[in-house]
């Protein structure tokens, strides 16, 4: 049995490693930055992005991986998505353990998603306009409560394709791990 002495030296040692960890990290993340940023604005392609990491040590390869996932979003252009994930896939090809496939699918599901939630937000918006509408064709506004209602129908479906969204986001990072 270990004694308090021992079990608070050895919480401190995972300590010190956890804040190394995390220092390494945000040194790492500003080294990929520049590369990423001329990437974002495709002032290069994935092809040069890939020639560009294709000597990095797998903990690189994974770090601008989460940094690439961390900036796909809900409200993205499927193009975008796109463009990230094949970045994504070409910085997986550098390593000795591939997940291609599984990426891909992930990604494609993202932008299914994001079509749909598209879609979806473009019904509800013009549903809300039809409603306002009507409404001001009677010579009324929309009370309190339609408002409301409205409102709540909008955080509920936001809500909805944000967890779903987020959920894949977490499964892509996990997979690049």
């Known amino acids: 049995m270990k004694s308090a002495l021992e079990i608070a030296l050895a919480r401190a040692d995972e300590l010190t490693n956890n804040s190394e960890e995390k220092i390494n990290t945000v040194e790492l993340r500003e080294k990929l930055k520049p590369l990423l940023a001329k990437f974002f604005k495709s002032q290069i392609d994935k092809d040069q992005f890939w020639q560009e990491m294709k000597d990095a040590e797998t903990v690189e390869l994974v770090e601008a991986q989460l940094m690439l996932i961390n900036s796909v979003g809900l409200r993205n252009q499927p193009e975008q998505i796109n463009r990230r994930k094949e970045a994504v896939l070409a910085l997986e090809s550098l390593k000795e353990q591939q997940k291609t496939a599984y990426l891909e699918q992930s990604f494609d599901q993202l932008v ?8 979806q937000r473009e019904q509800i918006n013009d549903k809300i306009k039809s409603q306002m509408e009507k409404q001001r064709q009677q010579g009324q506004g929309l009370d309190n409560q339609a408002k409301t209602q409205l409102s709540q129908q909008v955080q509920r479906f936001q809500k909805m394709f944000n ?12 997979a690049v791990q």
């Open 163 to 174: 967890d779903k969204f987020n959920k894949l986001l977490e499964s892509l990072k996990e």
């Open 112 to 119: 299914g998603l994001q079509q749909q939630y598209s879609e």
